[in-house]
């Protein structure tokens, strides 16, 4: 009997430079586990980069250590398409022509459309960041992929992408199949400050730091205020050192650290060096492999080239659907 084809799942990440845990739990760890069960896409959203900043000179050395970390974090091209967006130009086609079947005023209400022009001060946004969603909903349909792995946050754009799916087929005729989200848990992932992490704060662990580099951010790292000298007693549930220790750590360590916190029974360094050794046994695989492709950026660039003309072929497919329902 043949195999049933696994359902497919698509998602896209911004060359933003090197990967922080947070970027790691909050997305990556949950991609590379879908692997085995689904047919999964995943691409460099490199053309987004274009409404952060024009200055793009960073971006091809931000695209490779972002390969090297998704390669290292276990992306694997033999169970998973990974490729880069401007690889597959077929997705500016179906830009415009999404562009065309859209409502302005849907990409207007877009709240993270709002908040960049509140934020920036922008007086004269481009059409490219008010289209912003427009290119991700082509990204996503292009591949007809059944999920779309987000967090809550980003549910209202896959929202979108359904609605532009609706009326697109609406004017022409049912090409596209309407993805659903398919929501992820991102645990609490603190930075070394005790505030979210991420790098605008300078307080991240990154996927590309060294055992010792590792162990230097997380010693001074911010604990539970109260706890200002080794007697006094203290509470890991306002600690962000035990936010960690909840991904890392074992549920027996993570009840002795409790017990020794609230009794003043260990230090803060001591709780820290339990932690420490937990993130260095899970990590360190992680890092080496990174390293390797950090080192070897041809290796990962043509494991992506290829990626991207598979991916190619399954965007050329649908293009001729599409084309055929448009007549032109
Ligand atoms: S002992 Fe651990 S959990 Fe308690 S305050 Fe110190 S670092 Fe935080």
């Known amino acids: 009997m043949a195999t049933p084809a696994k ?21 990556l760890a949950n991609w590379v586990k879908l692997q085995d069960e689904l047919d999964c896409y995943y691409f460099v959203a490199d053309w987004h980069a274009l409404t952060d900043d024009l ?15 998704w390669l290292g974090a276990g992306l694997d091209p033999e169970r998973a398409t990974l490729f880069i967006q401007s690889l597959v130009p077929e997705h500016a086609e179906l830009h415009l022509l999404f562009s065309m079947t859209t409502p302005v005023t849907w990409l207007e209400r877009v709240p993270t459309y709002r908040e960049r022009i509140e934020q920036q001060h922008l007086e004269s946004p481009s059409y490219g960041l008010l289209g912003y969603p427009l290119l991700q909903s082509a990204d996503i349909l292009m591949y007809k992929p059944r ?3 987000v967090g809550i946050d980003q549910a209202p754009h896959v929202e979108l992408t359904r609605e532009v799916a609706r009326r ?26 005790g505030r979210k992490m991420s790098k605008s704060y300078n307080n991240t662990i990154d996927l590309a730091d060294t055992v010792e580099t590792i162990a230097r951010k997380i010693r001074p790292m911010v604990t539970d205020p109260a706890r200002k000298r080794r007697t006094d007693p ?34 803060c360094l001591d709780c820290k060096g339990i932690l420490i050794r937990h993130m260095v046994e899970e ?3 992680l890092h080496e492999k990174r390293a390797y492709y950090a080192a070897h950026p041809n290796e990962a660039m043509q494991v992506f080239t290829a990626g991207s003309e598979r991916a190619r072929q399954v965007a050329q497919e649908t293009m001729a659907q599409v084309r055929e329902a448009v007549h032109i």
């Open 7 to 27: 359902e497919r799942v698509l998602s896209g990440m911004r060359p933003s430079g090197k990967l922080h845990l947070g970027n790691y739990l909050g997305a």
């Open 147 to 149: 999920w779309v792995p």
């Open 168 to 193: 697109f087929n609406n004017a022409f005729g049912p090409v596209f199949p309407e993805p659903e989200v398919k929501l992820t848990e991102i645990p609490k992932v603190p930075g070394t400050d």
């Open 55 to 69: 200055d793009t000179s960073d971006v091809p050395g931000y695209t490779v250590e972002m390969l090297a970390d």
């Open 283 to 285: 990590l360190q695989p």
């Open 234 to 267: 203290g509470n890991p549930e306002v600690c962000p050192v035990f936010d960690l220790h909840r991904v890392y750590s074992t549920e027996a360590e993570r009840q002795e650290v409790t017990q020794g916190c609230r009794t003043a029974g260990i230090g």
